[in-house]
């Protein structure tokens, strides 16, 4: 499907929103990449699914950097649950291809919407105390960024929904475990979308475009979670905006 110069406007402002919104959490923001790509009309399995993926570590990879530059990313702990995402997000892209399309959205919304909900819980509750010693990390970050890979490459999602929470139940503040997801999402979203290739195809032009409008919105918030942001704040309001998508996307369904 051809689309006009004002689908490519409007794409391009959503993803600069979307990846601003994301990259204080250090998610990619792949939840809200795809259902855009879809409701611009494009096909799911075979361009918003692969796109999101790109589009989600391009946002996280951007993010990463400038939380490097802040001293907040903990590669140690990180690496783990980086290492398992990657091996097992080209499963979830290669299984992709059987599931039906409805299928496919159900699964999507449901896991959107327990995302919104962990977040608005989350919102209130202050920083966390002292972190879980490395061998608990390690064992723990590789079992849930190994699932969190395989939904990657399934849904278009970086898994930055699982992995930030279970980062936050070991002990991370609030920052460095938006700092070190954004680590770990990299590697699982760019491991799905280079196993979603063999399968899939791109428009050129709405990549580029997509891409540098990623990039800016991250580092801006990448920046702003840094130097700015209150963390409550930031949990609620994404929780809210997971929830109206997930609504959307079940609306969608049950009217088709």
Same mark, same amino acid.
């Given at each position: ?6 689908? +490519?406007?409007?794409?391009?402002? &959503? #993803?600069?929103?979307? =990846?601003? *919104?994301? @990259?204080?959490? /250090? !998610?990619?923001?792949? %939840? ?65 291809? +059987?599931?039906?399309?409805?299928? &496919? #959205?159900?699964?999507? =919304?449901? *896991?959107? @919407?327990?995302? /919104? !909900?962990?977040?608005? %819980? ?71 979308? &280079? ?62």
């Amino acid at each position: 499907m051809a689309l006009t110069s004002e689908s +490519y406007a409007l794409a391009t402002g &959503l #993803i600069f929103f979307i =990846a601003l *919104v994301f @990259s204080m959490l /250090g !998610l990619g923001g792949g %939840m809200l990449y795809v259902p855009v790509f879809k409701w611009l009309g494009l096909p799911l399995k075979t361009i918003a699914i692969p796109l999101g993926l790109l589009l989600n570590g391009v946002t996280t990879l951007s993010a990463f950097l400038r939380y490097h530059r802040e001293g907040l990313v903990d590669y140690r702990g990180g690496l783990p649950a980086a290492a398992a995402g990657m091996i097992l997000a080209p499963a979830g892209a290669h299984l992709v291809q +059987y599931v039906p399309h409805d299928t &496919l #959205i159900l699964v999507f =919304a449901t *896991v959107v @919407s327990l995302a /919104g !909900l962990r977040s608005l %819980m989350q919102s209130g509750k202050g920083e966390p105390g002292q972190k879980a010693d490395k061998g608990k990390r390690a064992i723990i970050g590789s079992l849930v960024g190994g699932v969190a890979g395989f939904i990657a490459g399934l849904l278009g999602v970086g898994g930055g929904f699982i992995v930030a929470p279970m980062l936050m139940e070991l002990g991370y503040p609030t920052k460095q475990a938006a700092a070190t997801t954004a680590f770990i999402v990299t590697f699982s979203s760019f491991s799905g979308f &280079l196993g979603h290739m063999a399968e899939g195809h791109i428009d050129i032009l709405l990549a580029g475009l997509a891409v540098v409008a990623a990039i800016a919105g991250s580092q801006l918030g990448a920046w702003f979670m840094a130097n700015r942001a209150r963390p409550g704040w930031v949990r609620g309001f994404y929780g809210v905006l997971l929830l109206a998508v997930a609504i959307k996307l079940f609306s969608g369904v049950l009217r088709g």
